[in-house]
Protein backbone atom coordinates (compact mmCIF):
# COMPACT_ATOMS: atom_id res chain seq x y z
CA UNK A 1 0.00 0.00 0.00
CA UNK A 2 1.26 3.57 -0.93
CA UNK A 3 0.49 7.31 0.66
CA UNK A 4 1.10 10.03 -1.25
CA UNK A 5 1.64 14.25 0.84
CA UNK A 6 0.44 15.50 -1.69
CA UNK A 7 0.82 19.13 -0.83
CA UNK A 8 4.15 18.74 1.58
CA UNK A 9 7.38 20.71 1.44
CA UNK A 10 11.23 19.83 1.83
CA UNK A 11 10.46 20.32 5.69
CA UNK A 12 7.35 17.87 6.41
CA UNK A 13 9.67 15.52 4.08
CA UNK A 14 12.63 15.33 6.39
CA UNK A 15 9.93 15.02 9.69
CA UNK A 16 8.31 12.09 7.53
CA UNK A 17 11.94 10.48 6.74
CA UNK A 18 13.25 11.02 10.67
CA UNK A 19 10.13 9.21 11.89
CA UNK A 20 9.16 6.24 9.34
CA UNK A 21 9.82 2.76 11.01
CA UNK A 22 10.88 -0.35 9.43
CA UNK A 23 7.89 -1.98 7.39
CA UNK A 24 6.02 1.51 7.12
CA UNK A 25 3.85 2.02 4.18
CA UNK A 26 5.60 3.97 1.20
CA UNK A 27 5.51 7.87 1.81
CA UNK A 28 6.03 9.87 -1.17
CA UNK A 29 6.08 13.28 -0.34
CA UNK A 30 5.48 15.71 -3.38
CA UNK A 31 6.96 18.48 -2.35
CA UNK A 32 4.83 21.48 -3.81
CA UNK A 33 2.36 22.77 -0.77
CA UNK A 34 0.35 24.14 -4.19
CA UNK A 35 -1.59 21.61 -5.87
CA UNK A 36 -4.37 22.84 -8.18
CA UNK A 37 -6.98 20.11 -7.50
CA UNK A 38 -7.39 19.23 -11.11
CA UNK A 39 -3.60 17.50 -10.84
CA UNK A 40 -4.60 15.17 -7.52
CA UNK A 41 -5.17 12.22 -10.12
CA UNK A 42 -1.93 12.63 -11.24
CA UNK A 43 -0.38 13.44 -8.03
CA UNK A 44 -1.59 10.38 -6.35
CA UNK A 45 -0.67 8.53 -9.06
CA UNK A 46 -2.79 5.54 -8.14
CA UNK A 47 -1.80 5.62 -4.54
CA UNK A 48 -4.61 4.25 -2.08
CA UNK A 49 -3.79 7.11 0.66
CA UNK A 50 -3.61 10.45 -0.03
CA UNK A 51 -2.23 12.79 2.89
CA UNK A 52 -3.54 15.90 2.76
CA UNK A 53 -2.74 19.53 5.17
CA UNK A 54 -4.65 22.27 2.47
CA UNK A 55 -5.32 21.28 -0.61
CA UNK A 56 -8.94 21.12 -2.00
CA UNK A 57 -10.97 17.29 -2.85
CA UNK A 58 -13.57 17.94 -4.52
CA UNK A 59 -15.78 15.07 -4.86
CA UNK A 60 -15.36 14.75 -8.94
CA UNK A 61 -11.68 14.76 -8.59
CA UNK A 62 -11.81 12.60 -6.06
CA UNK A 63 -13.84 10.16 -8.66
CA UNK A 64 -10.80 10.67 -10.71
CA UNK A 65 -8.60 9.16 -8.56
CA UNK A 66 -7.51 5.52 -9.24
CA UNK A 67 -7.07 3.13 -6.11
CA UNK A 68 -7.87 6.06 -4.00
CA UNK A 69 -9.34 4.36 -0.63
CA UNK A 70 -8.38 6.47 2.19
CA UNK A 71 -7.62 10.37 3.02
CA UNK A 72 -5.33 10.82 6.13
CA UNK A 73 -6.43 14.92 6.90
CA UNK A 74 -3.61 16.68 8.99
CA UNK A 75 -5.90 18.06 11.56
CA UNK A 76 -9.38 18.36 12.51
CA UNK A 77 -11.39 20.37 10.19
CA UNK A 78 -11.53 17.70 6.92
CA UNK A 79 -14.74 19.79 5.85
CA UNK A 80 -13.55 22.74 5.26
CA UNK A 81 -11.40 21.35 2.10
CA UNK A 82 -13.81 18.06 1.28
CA UNK A 83 -17.21 16.26 1.86
CA UNK A 84 -16.71 13.18 4.08
CA UNK A 85 -20.00 11.93 3.22
CA UNK A 86 -19.88 12.05 0.05
CA UNK A 87 -16.26 10.80 -0.37
CA UNK A 88 -17.56 7.97 1.76
CA UNK A 89 -20.10 7.39 -1.23
CA UNK A 90 -17.21 6.59 -3.18
CA UNK A 91 -15.71 4.46 -0.93
CA UNK A 92 -13.13 6.68 0.61
CA UNK A 93 -12.70 6.74 4.30
CA UNK A 94 -11.56 9.99 5.76
CA UNK A 95 -9.50 10.40 8.87
CA UNK A 96 -8.65 13.44 11.21
CA UNK A 97 -6.38 13.88 13.71
CA UNK A 98 -6.88 15.25 17.01
CA UNK A 99 -4.91 16.54 20.07
CA UNK A 100 -1.43 17.52 17.78
CA UNK A 101 -1.33 21.11 18.62
CA UNK A 102 -3.73 21.96 21.55
CA UNK A 103 -0.79 23.52 23.20
CA UNK A 104 0.25 25.62 20.16
CA UNK A 105 -2.89 27.19 19.36
CA UNK A 106 -4.20 27.73 22.16
CA UNK A 107 -0.92 29.96 23.05
CA UNK A 108 -1.70 31.29 20.14
CA UNK A 109 -5.06 32.18 20.85
CA UNK A 110 -3.41 33.43 24.09
CA UNK A 111 -1.34 35.73 21.60
CA UNK A 112 -4.23 37.03 19.52
CA UNK A 113 -6.20 38.30 22.80
CA UNK A 114 -2.94 39.68 24.61
CA UNK A 115 -2.46 41.90 20.86
CA UNK A 116 -6.28 42.40 20.56
CA UNK A 117 -6.60 43.87 24.60
CA UNK A 118 -2.88 45.55 23.83
CA UNK A 119 -2.52 47.07 20.46
CA UNK A 120 1.43 46.17 19.91
CA UNK A 121 1.15 45.20 16.59
CA UNK A 122 -0.60 48.52 15.56
CA UNK A 123 1.96 50.52 17.24
CA UNK A 124 4.47 48.84 15.94
CA UNK A 125 3.54 49.39 12.71
CA UNK A 126 2.94 52.95 13.31
CA UNK A 127 6.34 53.43 15.28
CA UNK A 128 8.29 51.83 11.85
CA UNK A 129 6.09 54.82 9.82
CA UNK A 130 7.39 57.82 12.11
CA UNK A 131 4.71 57.84 14.39
CA UNK A 132 3.81 57.73 18.17
CA UNK A 133 0.93 56.29 18.35
CA UNK A 134 0.06 55.06 21.84
CA UNK A 135 -3.37 53.21 22.16
CA UNK A 136 -6.01 53.04 24.98
CA UNK A 137 -5.28 49.16 25.78
CA UNK A 138 -7.64 46.55 27.94
CA UNK A 139 -6.63 44.72 31.09
CA UNK A 140 -7.20 41.15 30.85
CA UNK A 141 -6.64 40.15 34.63
CA UNK A 142 -9.62 40.15 36.06
CA UNK A 143 -11.42 40.01 32.62
CA UNK A 144 -14.09 37.10 32.25
CA UNK A 145 -13.06 34.71 28.92
CA UNK A 146 -16.00 33.16 27.17
CA UNK A 147 -14.75 29.67 25.49
CA UNK A 148 -17.34 28.87 22.76
CA UNK A 149 -16.60 24.70 22.56
CA UNK A 150 -14.71 22.89 25.19
CA UNK A 151 -12.22 20.43 23.52
CA UNK A 152 -8.64 20.16 24.20
CA UNK A 153 -7.42 23.46 22.68
CA UNK A 154 -9.95 25.43 24.56
CA UNK A 155 -8.78 23.40 27.37
CA UNK A 156 -5.65 24.45 27.22
CA UNK A 157 -6.32 27.81 27.01
CA UNK A 158 -8.49 27.64 30.22
CA UNK A 159 -5.36 26.67 31.67
CA UNK A 160 -3.22 29.62 30.54
CA UNK A 161 -5.85 32.08 31.40
CA UNK A 162 -6.54 31.53 34.37
CA UNK A 163 -2.75 31.72 35.12
CA UNK A 164 -3.19 34.94 34.33
CA UNK A 165 -6.44 35.66 36.61
CA UNK A 166 -8.92 35.60 34.21
CA UNK A 167 -12.30 33.93 34.89
CA UNK A 168 -13.40 31.37 32.46
CA UNK A 169 -17.07 30.65 31.63
CA UNK A 170 -17.66 27.77 28.78
CA UNK A 171 -20.47 26.67 26.42
CA UNK A 172 -20.29 23.24 25.01
CA UNK A 173 -22.78 21.45 22.94
CA UNK A 174 -22.83 17.98 25.13
CA UNK A 175 -21.71 18.30 28.46
CA UNK A 176 -18.24 18.68 30.26
CA UNK A 177 -16.63 19.72 33.12
CA UNK A 178 -13.21 21.89 33.84
CA UNK A 179 -11.29 22.85 36.82
CA UNK A 180 -11.73 26.36 37.91
CA UNK A 181 -14.39 27.23 34.45
CA UNK A 182 -18.07 27.79 34.81
CA UNK A 183 -19.98 25.92 31.78
CA UNK A 184 -22.89 28.20 31.17
CA UNK A 185 -25.60 28.78 28.28
CA UNK A 186 -24.63 30.48 25.51
CA UNK A 187 -26.47 33.79 26.30
CA UNK A 188 -25.14 34.12 29.80
CA UNK A 189 -22.07 33.44 27.88
CA UNK A 190 -22.12 36.16 25.25
CA UNK A 191 -23.27 38.95 27.98
CA UNK A 192 -20.16 38.54 30.31
CA UNK A 193 -17.20 37.62 28.62
CA UNK A 194 -15.16 40.73 27.79
CA UNK A 195 -13.38 38.52 25.61
CA UNK A 196 -15.01 35.02 23.39
CA UNK A 197 -12.96 32.37 21.96
CA UNK A 198 -14.26 30.30 19.21
CA UNK A 199 -13.38 26.71 19.66
CA UNK A 200 -16.24 24.61 17.61
CA UNK A 201 -15.55 21.82 15.40
CA UNK A 202 -16.91 22.83 11.55
CA UNK A 203 -20.08 21.04 10.82
CA UNK A 204 -23.53 21.35 9.18
CA UNK A 205 -24.71 22.59 12.95
CA UNK A 206 -22.03 25.19 13.61
CA UNK A 207 -21.58 27.27 10.24
CA UNK A 208 -22.35 30.51 11.12
CA UNK A 209 -22.87 29.54 14.92
CA UNK A 210 -21.61 32.78 15.77
CA UNK A 211 -24.36 34.68 13.88
CA UNK A 212 -25.29 38.19 13.39
CA UNK A 213 -28.16 38.10 16.26
CA UNK A 214 -25.69 36.49 18.73
CA UNK A 215 -22.45 39.21 18.06
CA UNK A 216 -25.41 41.42 18.53
CA UNK A 217 -25.95 39.77 22.08
CA UNK A 218 -22.28 40.21 23.00
CA UNK A 219 -20.92 42.06 25.72
CA UNK A 220 -20.18 45.58 24.02
CA UNK A 221 -16.66 46.34 23.39
CA UNK A 222 -16.05 42.84 23.47
CA UNK A 223 -12.88 40.91 21.77
CA UNK A 224 -13.33 38.14 19.23
CA UNK A 225 -10.84 35.63 18.90
CA UNK A 226 -11.06 32.66 16.01
CA UNK A 227 -8.00 29.66 15.39
CA UNK A 228 -10.75 27.33 15.00
CA UNK A 229 -12.32 28.00 11.77
CA UNK A 230 -13.58 31.25 9.98
CA UNK A 231 -17.33 29.83 8.93
CA UNK A 232 -17.98 28.83 12.56
CA UNK A 233 -18.59 33.22 12.35
CA UNK A 234 -20.79 35.38 10.33
CA UNK A 235 -17.74 37.08 8.36
CA UNK A 236 -20.31 40.34 7.43
CA UNK A 237 -22.06 40.76 10.94
CA UNK A 238 -18.40 40.44 12.39
CA UNK A 239 -16.78 43.81 10.33
CA UNK A 240 -20.39 45.39 10.96
CA UNK A 241 -19.64 45.22 14.69
CA UNK A 242 -15.86 45.40 14.25
CA UNK A 243 -17.35 49.14 12.40
CA UNK A 244 -19.89 50.02 15.18
CA UNK A 245 -17.50 49.50 18.43
CA UNK A 246 -19.68 46.38 19.36
CA UNK A 247 -16.94 45.26 18.94
CA UNK A 248 -13.62 46.01 20.09
CA UNK A 249 -11.29 44.00 18.16
CA UNK A 250 -10.62 40.27 16.51
CA UNK A 251 -7.86 38.75 16.41
CA UNK A 252 -8.40 35.95 13.82
CA UNK A 253 -6.23 33.09 12.80
CA UNK A 254 -8.52 31.51 10.14
CA UNK A 255 -10.52 33.06 7.11
CA UNK A 256 -13.31 32.19 4.68
CA UNK A 257 -10.77 32.49 1.62
CA UNK A 258 -7.14 31.71 2.15
CA UNK A 259 -4.70 33.29 1.54
CA UNK A 260 -6.76 36.42 2.67
CA UNK A 261 -7.23 37.94 -0.82
CA UNK A 262 -5.60 41.49 -1.61
CA UNK A 263 -8.26 44.37 -0.88
CA UNK A 264 -9.89 42.45 1.60
CA UNK A 265 -11.79 44.67 4.38
CA UNK A 266 -10.28 42.98 6.84
CA UNK A 267 -6.90 44.08 6.01
CA UNK A 268 -8.04 47.73 6.01
CA UNK A 269 -9.22 47.77 9.53
CA UNK A 270 -6.89 48.77 12.50
CA UNK A 271 -9.06 46.92 15.53
CA UNK A 272 -7.90 43.33 13.70
CA UNK A 273 -5.27 41.47 14.07
CA UNK A 274 -4.47 38.89 11.44
CA UNK A 275 -2.40 35.95 11.88
CA UNK A 276 -1.51 33.48 8.71
CA UNK A 277 -3.65 30.26 9.63
CA UNK A 278 -0.76 29.31 11.39
CA UNK A 279 -1.86 28.73 15.09
CA UNK A 280 -0.75 25.10 15.24
CA UNK A 281 2.88 25.77 13.42
CA UNK A 282 5.41 24.99 15.33
CA UNK A 283 8.17 21.80 15.55
CA UNK A 284 6.60 20.36 17.95
CA UNK A 285 2.91 20.61 17.07
CA UNK A 286 4.27 19.36 13.52
CA UNK A 287 6.00 15.92 14.78
CA UNK A 288 3.06 15.25 16.61
CA UNK A 289 1.32 15.62 13.55
CA UNK A 290 3.14 13.90 11.12
CA UNK A 291 3.79 10.94 13.62
CA UNK A 292 -0.18 10.63 13.91
CA UNK A 293 -0.25 10.83 10.05
CA UNK A 294 1.89 7.96 9.70
CA UNK A 295 0.32 5.84 12.46
CA UNK A 296 -2.89 6.23 10.63
CA UNK A 297 -1.38 4.73 7.35
CA UNK A 298 0.11 1.80 9.45
CA UNK A 299 -3.24 0.98 10.57
CA UNK A 300 -4.86 1.04 7.38
CA UNK A 301 -1.98 -0.77 5.65
CA UNK A 302 -2.29 -3.29 8.64
Request: hydrophobic residues 45%; charged residues 25%; proline residues 4%.
Amino acid sequence: MRAVFVDGDAASGRIFERLKRPGDPVVHVHLDPDVPPPTLPDVLGGAEIAIIDHTYLPTDIAKRCAGLKHVVFLGTGARSYMSPEELAELGVAVHTIKGYGDTAVAECAMALMWESARGIARMDREMRKGAWLRTESMQLTGKTLGLIGFGGIAAEVARMASGIGMRVIAWNRTPKAGDNIAFVDIDTLLKESDVVSMHLLLNDETRGFLSRERIGAMKKGAILVNTARAALVDEAAMIDALNSGQLRHAGLDVFMVEPLPDGHVLKTMANVTLSAHSAFRTPEASDNLIAAALEHCRRIAG
